[in-house]
């Protein structure tokens, strides 16, 4: 069974930095593109970042420049990296394969971008 568990969430000052975690069980890690999204209150889940299985990677326009994807194979993690945040970015995320499973959510971890 695939377990997708996302870490590293929190409270955290506009223009401050957090790096999210996502560690993978029950798949094969290495042959999946991963990808970030979030979700923020009342709105649609959105994609905010994927990274290949090469390790190209892809940003949403809204956080290019601040928000950087990794990923180690070895440790079947995928990471989220974000910087300068915004209260924009105040939202649930969310890691899953890209495309996107429906049976693979997690339960995503918060972010609050909050003074």
């Known amino acids: 069974q695939v377990q997708l568990v996302e870490s590293g969430g929190g409270l955290v000052q506009p223009g401050g930095s957090l790096r999210l975690s996502c560690a993978a069980s029950?798949?094969?890690?290495?042959?999946?593109?991963m990808g970030w999204y979030r979700q923020a209150p009342g709105k649609q889940r959105e994609l905010v970042a994927y990274i290949s299985r090469g390790g190209s990677t892809n940003y949403a326009d809204s956080v290019k420049g601040r928000f950087t994807i990794s990923r180690d194979n070895a440790k079947d993690t995928v990471y989220l990296q974000m910087n300068s945040l915004k209260p924009e970015d105040t939202a649930v995320y969310y890691c899953?394969?890209?495309?996107?499973?429906?049976?693979?959510w997690g339960q995503g971890t918060q972010v609050t971008v909050s003074s």
């Open positions: 899953n394969t890209f495309p996107s499973l429906d049976t693979y």
């Open positions: 029950g798949m094969i890690f290495s042959i999946y593109a």
